[in-house]
């Protein structure tokens, strides 16, 4: 089975410019999260989907925003840029296990804003 | 709220030696923990979990980690350190099951021949 798939694996962006990122779950995985990795820190939580809603958000502005697609496949968006935003970003699909639930990563999208 | 400390930002041992690697956890609910394991320009991968069936979790690659409610930690360890250990590892905890991870700051694992 593929594993979760991240696009694109790299990007350099200009500050104030806009970017979309995007994640494809394993396949029946109904949960999607993103977060942030900033080098030599570790993930910070930016949202998390089920089902095509909402079910978290972290401490991060509204430029940030996301949504989940009925193929559960999800997207983030990230507006006006900031030379900060420059990070690892890194999505998430879980699922119940029946002892707790499990969380597998992609290998992320590396943002570069300049 | 949850929260992760891991304890020494850089870890160094011998081929051979034992690995310990510790996260302590804040939580107010008992909690689903994590250990993590990430190589350069990679994204994260699972070595283990705990989520309440067992204190003691064997996990992959030979590591395993003992939940001390008492103490409030979650220690990662291995008997005998490889070369390809040498990774960033990071500690993790969830309130419920399913929603969101807060990771520690991690530790750099270095393993010297």
């Known amino acids: 089975d593929a594993g979760v798939t991240q696009s694109p694996t790299h990007l350099i962006k200009t500050r104030g410019q806009h970017v979309t990122l995007r994640c494809s779950p394993i396949?029946?995985?109904?949960?999607v999260s993103w977060y942030q990795q900033v080098l030599g820190q570790g993930p910070q939580f930016i949202f998390q989907?089920?089902?095509?809603?909402?079910?978290g958000r972290g401490n991060f502005p509204d430029r940030f925003s996301a949504r989940q697609f009925p193929n559960y496949s999800s997207e983030l968006n990230v507006n006006a840029l900031l030379l900060g935003d420059s990070a690892l970003y890194l999505c998430a699909s879980s699922w119940n296990t029946g002892e707790g639930y499990g969380y597998t990563f992609g290998s992320g999208t590396r943002l570069t804003v300049v | 709220a949850q929260s992760v400390t891991q304890l020494g930002s850089h870890v160094s041992v011998s081929e051979g030696a034992l690995v310990l690697l510790r996260c302590n956890y804040s939580?107010?609910?008992?909690?689903?923990l994590f250990w993590y394991v990430q190589y350069p320009n990679q994204g994260l991968q699972l070595l283990l979990k705990y989520t309440s069936a067992a204190t003691l979790v064997k996990g992959i690659n030979g590591f395993e980690a003992e939940f001390k409610k008492s103490e409030t930690s979650f220690h990662l360890t291995k008997p005998s350190a490889h070369m390809s250990d040498a990774a960033e590892y990071f500690c993790a905890v969830s309130a419920q099951a399913g929603t969101a991870l807060i990771f520690g700051k991690g530790t750099t694992l270095s393993v010297s021949s």
């Open positions: 989907y089920y089902e095509k809603e909402e079910r």
């Open positions: 939580s107010s609910v008992p909690p689903y």
């Open positions: 396949s029946g995985h109904k949960s």
